[in-house]
């Protein structure tokens, strides 16, 4: 399972529509955040995503972007969690964290550990790992990469069956990459499974301009969560700001040759579903599988060669 909430689609200021930037990753699992601004909690509430997140990984320290944090961990204390939470970003976030925890009487009886990342830096877990990237934004911020590790290929069952081995725990064996043996006679997987698969992979910006770092880092990628602020008619705003417009984040999902696109951050004008619309049409006349978020959206990113 590798399941995308969103939290929270608007820009730097919730409308009734929209709650500011957080979003919701379930991976076979384990449930991460991405950034987590006002009012995260209670859309995880709504969404039934669970509280027990393993980490949050935050684009930058634009208000929009972390004050969800206060909240929630004060939730997370009143629920009794006592494993630690560990909160990655970029430059100064353990100074952010301190200042964000100091806001009231918490009594937490759990750590939080402040982890700083620059492009380039690697966190590895079992089975994937999240790779900072480069974005250029007013402020010193990073964009995300979850990748998967590569998946043992197919198993041929008729194969390996020809090949005198019984169904059973001679099976998982080679399908977990050992070899065995059958009547003195050497099975190596590579004789019964087809080749490596790859994982999953997802992107997602936080608040950027475009930029090539963007496109290398997203380079095939199942999901590319972009900002998509504003529209070409006020691109102006996007360019003073450090923002994209839909059309620009369009043109990122294309040279990085993604296979999907969703537009999330958008900006208080284009809040309403209708205005929504318009981002929508305008991105696809550069990339056709593109989306807008909506509020409590749920994406299941499947496999690319379909969940085999
Ligand atoms: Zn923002
Ligand atoms: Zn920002």
């Known amino acids: 399972m590798l ?11 919730p409308t009734p529509n929209r709650n500011p930037s957080a979003i919701a990753v379930n991976r076979e699992g384990e449930l991460m955040l991405f950034d987590c601004g006002e009012g995260a909690q209670r859309q995880m509430m709504r ?12 684009t930058h320290f634009h208000a929009d972007h972390v004050l969800g944090i206060p909240g929630l961990l004060q939730t997370m204390a009143l629920q009794g969690r006592e494993e630690p939470l560990r909160i990655y970003g970029p430059r100064h976030v353990d100074k952010f964290l301190y200042h964000l925890l100091a806001l009231g009487y918490a009594g937490k009886k759990f750590e939080v550990k402040a982890i700083e990342l ?16 480069k974005t250029v934004h007013n402020v010193v911020s990073i964009g995300y990469v979850l990748e998967e590790e590569m998946r043992p290929g197919r198993f041929n069952r008729e194969r390996a069956i020809e090949l005198g081995i019984k169904p059973g725990p001679l ?31 997802i992107v997602y910006s936080g608040d950027t301009r475009p930029c090539e770092s963007m496109i ?5 990628a199942d999901l590319l969560i972009h900002e998509g602020t504003l529209s070409e008619e006020t691109k102006q705003y996007a360019i003073d700001y450090m923002h994209s417009t839909a059309l620009e984040a369009a043109g990122i999902a294309k040279k990085a ?15 309403d579903l209708g205005s929504a619309n318009k981002l929508e049409e305008e991105a696809r006349t550069v990339f056709e599988n593109c989306e807008v978020a909506r509020e409590l959206m749920v994406i299941e990113v499947p496999y690319s060669d379909k969940g085999q």
């Open 216 to 220: 290398e880092a997203s380079k095939d």
């Open 47 to 58: 969404a039934k995503t669970g509280m027990t997140i393993s980490s949050i990984f935050i």
């Open 118 to 133: 620059k492009p380039g830096d690697v966190v590895r877990r079992a089975g994937y790992e999240i790779r900072a990237i």
């Open 3 to 13: 399941r995308i909430t969103f939290l929270g689609t608007g820009g730097s200021m």
């Open 257 to 271: 040759s993604v296979r999907k696109l969703i537009l999330t951050h958008i900006s208080a004008r284009y809040s």
């Open 171 to 201: 099976f998982s064996k080679l399908q977990s990459g050992h070899s065995i043996s059958v009547d003195g006679k050497e099975i190596r997987p590579d004789q019964i499974l087809g080749p490596s698969r790859p994982g999953r992979k």
